[in-house]
């Protein structure tokens, strides 16, 4: 059975930086998309970075220019390198993985995606 572990998380000061990531555990018969999303309370859960089969990656606007996001293929391990990071960057941080997708699949739309970590959280104070 396929788990993901994520592990990084911590407490910043504002404009700093984390890099935090998913590991992906069990055998796999696929490849699988991955890709990170954030949760604060009272809010809905959003994609914050993602990357498609051909290792393209893909952001939300308000990451965009600070996060990189990275895939080992081959290890099925994810990172998140946050920098110039803001209170409003405060949440936990899941990642998550889907084995199978179409022409149709959002890479951002936490509803695509079947396999989900148990978080880790990311605490941003100014």
């Known amino acids: 059975q396929v788990q993901l572990v994520e592990s990084g998380g911590g407490s910043v000061k504002a404009g700093g930086s984390l890099r935090v990531s998913c590991a992906l555990y069990g055998y796999a018969y696929t490849t699988y998309l991955m890709g990170w999303f954030r949760q604060a309370p009272g809010k809905e859960r959003e994609g914050v970075a993602a990357v498609g089969e051909d290792g393209a990656e893909i952001y939300a606007d308000s990451v965009k220019g600070r996060f990189t996001i990275s895939k080992d293929n081959a290890k099925n391990i994810l990172y998140l390198q946050m920098d110039s990071l803001k209170s409003e960057d405060t949440a936990m941080y899941y990642c998550?993985?889907?084995?199978?997708?179409?022409?149709?699949?959002?890479?951002?739309?936490?509803?695509?995606?079947?396999?989900w970590g148990q978080g880790t959280q990311v605490t941003v104070s100014s």
């Open positions: 998550a993985a889907a084995s199978h997708w179409g022409l149709s699949f959002r890479l951002l739309v936490p509803s695509e995606y079947s396999i």
